[in-house]
């Protein structure tokens, strides 16, 4: 380590804010400038601690709510747990084990730096239209109801991209105007409903 290094990252020496007990996950800082860790001792607001903020931690999970490998998961500061429901809450981490609807607790991989909520690109591709309204890709059913950010590349003017939606497997982007050319998508962690 560099002269002036202090530490390595993995885990950091930080104010919890509020009292936590060893295992809690804890936000440090303010929206959007937050940290989001797991306390590794017992501390106390106005008192330093050492907050895991990069690995693996089994967190205490939203029941009712399955997780699977490769999930997006986010903390509910509310309840202190976490959640697969986006809206308002920050991204905490990734799924690395599936846990039923049933488990009180699952496995995540950190996320360092935290996000504040901003979707993540799952998939991104291309996608043609040839001469009509719509273009269709194969993308997996595990994509399904997910949200989906779509670009035209064309040099017709007139063709604005109106709808897009993954189904049964299948992503369809519609088109107001029949064209010729290509979309760019990406598929967003975010779920449409």
């Given at each position: 380590?560099?002269?002036?290094?202090?530490?390595?990252?993995?885990?950091?020496?930080?104010?919890?804010?509020?009292?936590?007990?060893?295992?809690?996950?804890?936000?440090?800082?303010?929206?959007?400038?937050?940290?989001?860790?797991?306390?590794?001792?017992?501390?106390?607001?106005?008192?330093?601690?050492?907050?895991?903020v990069r690995g693996v931690y089994n967190i205490a999970k939203t029941?009712?709510?399955?997780?699977?490998?490769?999930?997006?998961?986010?903390?509910?500061?509310?309840?202190?747990?976490?959640?697969?429901?986006?809206?308002?809450?920050?991204?905490?981490?990734?799924?690395?084990?599936?846990?039923?609807?049933?488990?009180?607790?699952?496995?995540?991989?950190?996320?360092?730096?935290?996000?504040?909520?901003?979707?993540?690109?799952?998939?991104?591709?291309?996608?043609?239209?040839?001469?009509?309204?719509?273009?269709?890709?194969?993308?997996?059913?595990?994509?399904?109801?997910?949200?989906?950010?779509?670009?035209?590349?064309?040099?017709?003017?007139?063709?604005?991209?109106?709808?897009?939606?993954?189904?049964?497997?299948?992503?369809?982007?519609?088109?107001?105007?029949?064209?010729?050319?290509?979309?760019?998508?990406?598929?967003?962690?975010?779920?449409?409903?």
């Open positions: 380590m560099a002269k002036n290094g202090i530490q390595t990252g993995d885990i950091l020496t930080l104010d919890p804010g509020a009292t936590v007990s060893s295992g809690d996950i804890i936000p440090v800082g303010t929206a959007p400038n937050v940290i989001m860790g797991i306390a590794l001792s017992d501390g106390v607001s106005g008192t330093d601690i050492a907050v895991g029941t009712s709510q399955a997780w699977a490998v490769g999930q997006s998961v986010y903390f509910v500061a509310s309840t202190s747990k976490g959640s697969t429901a986006a809206d308002g809450n920050a991204l905490l981490g990734t799924c690395v084990e599936a846990a039923g609807s049933s488990a009180t607790s699952g496995k995540i991989l950190l996320a360092y730096p935290a996000s504040t909520g901003a979707p993540r690109v799952l998939f991104s591709g291309q996608l043609a239209f040839a001469a009509a309204t719509t273009g269709t890709e194969s993308v997996g059913a595990a994509f399904d109801g997910k949200v989906v950010r779509a670009f035209l590349q064309t040099n017709d003017g007139t063709a604005a991209l109106v709808k897009g939606a993954i189904a049964s497997g299948t992503l369809t982007l519609t088109a107001s105007a029949s064209m010729t050319g290509k979309a760019y998508y990406e598929i967003l962690d975010v779920d449409v409903a």
